[in-house]
Protein backbone atom coordinates (compact mmCIF):
# COMPACT_ATOMS: atom_id res chain seq x y z
CA UNK A 1 0.00 0.00 0.00
CA UNK A 2 2.40 3.25 -1.06
CA UNK A 3 1.05 6.69 0.59
CA UNK A 4 2.22 10.43 0.96
CA UNK A 5 0.32 12.95 2.55
CA UNK A 6 -2.65 11.22 2.92
CA UNK A 7 -3.30 10.48 6.40
CA UNK A 8 -7.24 10.52 6.54
CA UNK A 9 -7.57 8.44 3.07
CA UNK A 10 -4.61 6.20 4.22
CA UNK A 11 -6.42 5.08 7.71
CA UNK A 12 -9.64 4.75 5.60
CA UNK A 13 -8.18 1.81 3.46
CA UNK A 14 -5.90 0.37 6.29
CA UNK A 15 -9.06 -0.61 7.92
CA UNK A 16 -10.96 -2.12 4.71
CA UNK A 17 -7.65 -4.04 4.15
CA UNK A 18 -7.85 -5.42 7.72
CA UNK A 19 -11.46 -6.51 7.58
CA UNK A 20 -11.12 -8.85 4.99
CA UNK A 21 -12.81 -12.19 4.81
CA UNK A 22 -9.22 -13.41 4.17
CA UNK A 23 -6.82 -13.11 7.24
CA UNK A 24 -4.36 -14.76 6.83
CA UNK A 25 -2.72 -11.84 5.12
CA UNK A 26 -0.05 -9.37 5.69
CA UNK A 27 -0.79 -5.06 4.88
CA UNK A 28 2.58 -3.58 4.12
CA UNK A 29 2.27 0.19 3.87
CA UNK A 30 5.47 2.23 2.50
CA UNK A 31 4.98 5.81 3.53
CA UNK A 32 6.93 7.79 0.41
CA UNK A 33 8.87 9.98 2.94
CA UNK A 34 5.80 11.97 3.76
CA UNK A 35 5.12 10.72 7.72
CA UNK A 36 2.73 8.36 8.51
CA UNK A 37 -0.37 8.70 10.88
CA UNK A 38 -1.24 6.46 14.07
CA UNK A 39 -2.41 3.26 12.58
CA UNK A 40 -4.26 0.54 13.63
CA UNK A 41 -2.52 -1.80 16.17
CA UNK A 42 -2.63 -5.05 14.30
CA UNK A 43 0.21 -7.58 13.79
CA UNK A 44 -1.04 -8.13 10.48
CA UNK A 45 -0.19 -4.57 9.66
CA UNK A 46 3.38 -3.82 9.26
CA UNK A 47 4.82 0.24 8.43
CA UNK A 48 7.67 1.75 6.83
CA UNK A 49 9.19 5.26 5.76
CA UNK A 50 11.42 6.14 2.85
CA UNK A 51 14.06 8.21 3.89
CA UNK A 52 13.51 10.18 1.42
CA UNK A 53 10.68 11.15 -1.42
CA UNK A 54 10.74 9.16 -4.78
CA UNK A 55 7.53 11.09 -6.39
CA UNK A 56 7.48 7.24 -8.21
CA UNK A 57 5.16 5.28 -7.49
CA UNK A 58 6.20 2.14 -9.16
CA UNK A 59 9.69 2.50 -6.96
CA UNK A 60 7.54 2.68 -3.84
CA UNK A 61 5.04 -0.37 -4.98
CA UNK A 62 8.20 -2.35 -5.85
CA UNK A 63 9.48 -1.73 -1.72
CA UNK A 64 6.44 -3.25 -1.12
CA UNK A 65 7.12 -6.38 -2.41
CA UNK A 66 10.25 -6.79 -1.81
CA UNK A 67 9.34 -6.68 1.89
CA UNK A 68 6.67 -9.19 1.20
CA UNK A 69 7.09 -13.20 1.30
CA UNK A 70 3.32 -14.19 0.25
CA UNK A 71 2.94 -16.59 -2.54
CA UNK A 72 0.28 -13.82 -4.25
CA UNK A 73 0.93 -9.87 -4.30
CA UNK A 74 -1.90 -7.66 -4.36
CA UNK A 75 -2.13 -3.67 -4.19
CA UNK A 76 -4.30 -0.76 -2.62
CA UNK A 77 -3.60 2.86 -3.01
CA UNK A 78 -4.01 4.85 -0.13
CA UNK A 79 -7.52 6.68 -1.50
CA UNK A 80 -9.29 3.24 -2.59
CA UNK A 81 -11.16 0.88 -0.81
CA UNK A 82 -11.35 -3.10 -0.73
CA UNK A 83 -14.50 -4.71 -0.38
CA UNK A 84 -14.16 -7.23 2.18
CA UNK A 85 -14.23 -10.20 0.09
CA UNK A 86 -11.90 -8.73 -2.59
CA UNK A 87 -9.29 -10.85 -1.83
CA UNK A 88 -10.99 -14.06 -1.43
CA UNK A 89 -12.66 -13.18 -4.88
CA UNK A 90 -9.64 -12.89 -6.40
CA UNK A 91 -7.97 -15.75 -4.88
CA UNK A 92 -10.45 -18.16 -5.61
CA UNK A 93 -10.16 -17.33 -9.50
CA UNK A 94 -6.47 -17.88 -9.06
CA UNK A 95 -6.64 -20.79 -7.60
CA UNK A 96 -9.66 -22.42 -9.62
CA UNK A 97 -9.42 -26.28 -11.27
CA UNK A 98 -8.27 -27.52 -13.24
CA UNK A 99 -4.62 -26.12 -12.79
CA UNK A 100 -3.99 -25.49 -16.41
CA UNK A 101 -6.69 -22.79 -16.46
CA UNK A 102 -5.19 -20.75 -13.63
CA UNK A 103 -4.16 -17.37 -13.96
CA UNK A 104 -1.32 -15.56 -13.11
CA UNK A 105 -3.09 -11.73 -12.64
CA UNK A 106 -6.82 -11.50 -12.10
CA UNK A 107 -8.03 -7.95 -11.69
CA UNK A 108 -12.18 -7.55 -10.09
CA UNK A 109 -14.45 -4.68 -11.30
CA UNK A 110 -14.17 -1.36 -9.52
CA UNK A 111 -16.63 1.32 -8.57
CA UNK A 112 -15.72 4.41 -8.49
CA UNK A 113 -17.13 7.02 -6.46
CA UNK A 114 -16.64 10.94 -5.87
CA UNK A 115 -16.02 12.23 -2.81
CA UNK A 116 -19.88 12.62 -1.77
CA UNK A 117 -20.46 8.95 -2.13
CA UNK A 118 -22.22 9.37 -5.94
CA UNK A 119 -21.32 6.97 -8.09
CA UNK A 120 -19.55 7.67 -11.50
CA UNK A 121 -19.61 4.73 -13.00
CA UNK A 122 -18.21 0.73 -12.45
CA UNK A 123 -15.50 -0.33 -14.54
CA UNK A 124 -15.93 -3.96 -15.25
CA UNK A 125 -13.98 -4.93 -18.74
CA UNK A 126 -13.35 -8.61 -19.77
CA UNK A 127 -9.50 -8.77 -20.46
CA UNK A 128 -8.72 -8.03 -24.07
CA UNK A 129 -4.75 -7.46 -24.75
CA UNK A 130 -5.75 -5.65 -28.13
CA UNK A 131 -8.10 -3.19 -26.20
CA UNK A 132 -5.47 -2.71 -23.59
CA UNK A 133 -2.64 -1.84 -26.18
CA UNK A 134 -4.41 1.47 -26.63
CA UNK A 135 -6.87 1.59 -23.12
CA UNK A 136 -6.08 1.69 -19.50
CA UNK A 137 -8.88 -0.02 -17.49
CA UNK A 138 -7.24 -2.20 -15.38
CA UNK A 139 -6.92 -0.46 -12.11
CA UNK A 140 -4.08 -1.52 -9.91
CA UNK A 141 -5.92 -1.70 -6.82
CA UNK A 142 -7.83 -4.62 -8.29
CA UNK A 143 -5.31 -6.40 -9.27
CA UNK A 144 -3.75 -9.79 -7.09
CA UNK A 145 -0.87 -11.34 -9.04
CA UNK A 146 0.88 -14.78 -8.50
CA UNK A 147 4.59 -14.22 -7.22
CA UNK A 148 7.15 -15.16 -9.55
CA UNK A 149 10.88 -14.18 -9.63
CA UNK A 150 11.67 -10.69 -10.75
CA UNK A 151 8.39 -9.22 -10.26
CA UNK A 152 8.07 -5.73 -10.08
CA UNK A 153 6.17 -2.18 -11.57
CA UNK A 154 8.25 -0.75 -13.95
CA UNK A 155 9.74 2.95 -12.66
CA UNK A 156 9.00 5.88 -15.63
CA UNK A 157 10.06 9.46 -14.87
CA UNK A 158 6.61 11.59 -14.29
CA UNK A 159 6.15 14.51 -15.50
CA UNK A 160 2.90 16.98 -15.84
CA UNK A 161 2.56 16.42 -19.47
CA UNK A 162 2.81 12.41 -18.97
CA UNK A 163 0.51 10.57 -17.12
CA UNK A 164 2.23 7.68 -15.67
CA UNK A 165 0.74 4.13 -16.18
CA UNK A 166 2.28 1.74 -14.11
CA UNK A 167 -0.80 -0.46 -13.69
CA UNK A 168 -1.29 -0.65 -17.09
CA UNK A 169 2.17 -1.48 -18.25
CA UNK A 170 2.48 -4.09 -15.85
CA UNK A 171 -0.46 -6.21 -16.92
CA UNK A 172 0.50 -5.60 -20.36
CA UNK A 173 3.74 -6.58 -20.07
CA UNK A 174 2.96 -9.37 -18.02
CA UNK A 175 0.19 -11.03 -20.85
CA UNK A 176 2.49 -11.28 -22.86
CA UNK A 177 3.69 -14.43 -21.43
CA UNK A 178 1.13 -15.00 -18.38
CA UNK A 179 -2.37 -15.83 -18.57
CA UNK A 180 -4.44 -12.54 -17.38
CA UNK A 181 -8.32 -12.87 -16.17
CA UNK A 182 -11.09 -10.63 -15.28
CA UNK A 183 -13.52 -11.26 -12.27
CA UNK A 184 -16.50 -9.42 -12.89
CA UNK A 185 -17.09 -8.50 -9.24
CA UNK A 186 -17.09 -4.90 -7.86
CA UNK A 187 -14.47 -5.55 -4.69
CA UNK A 188 -12.73 -1.84 -5.24
CA UNK A 189 -14.05 1.76 -4.54
CA UNK A 190 -11.96 3.94 -5.84
CA UNK A 191 -12.04 7.63 -5.10
CA UNK A 192 -12.50 10.15 -7.56
CA UNK A 193 -10.78 13.30 -7.51
CA UNK A 194 -11.19 15.90 -9.89
CA UNK A 195 -8.31 17.41 -9.20
CA UNK A 196 -6.19 14.53 -9.44
CA UNK A 197 -2.40 15.72 -10.24
CA UNK A 198 -2.15 12.49 -12.42
CA UNK A 199 -5.65 11.52 -13.94
CA UNK A 200 -7.01 13.97 -16.21
CA UNK A 201 -10.97 13.34 -15.53
CA UNK A 202 -13.13 14.40 -18.03
CA UNK A 203 -16.21 14.85 -15.95
CA UNK A 204 -18.55 17.20 -18.18
Known amino acids: MPTYCRPDLLRRAVHS ?46 IGIRLSRSDFVAFLDDDNEWEPDHLDV ?4 LEKDPV ?3 ADLVYTAVRRIFADGSEMDVLSTPFDRKLL ?5 VDASSIVIRRFPGLHFSRPYRSRERYPREDWEIVFRLSRHRRVDHVPVQTVRYLVNPESYWTAWNLR
Open 90 to 93: ALRA
Open 17 to 62: ALAQSVHDHVIIVVDDAGGLPALPSDPRLVAVSLARNTATIGVVRN
Open 100 to 102: TQR
Open 133 to 137: AGTSF
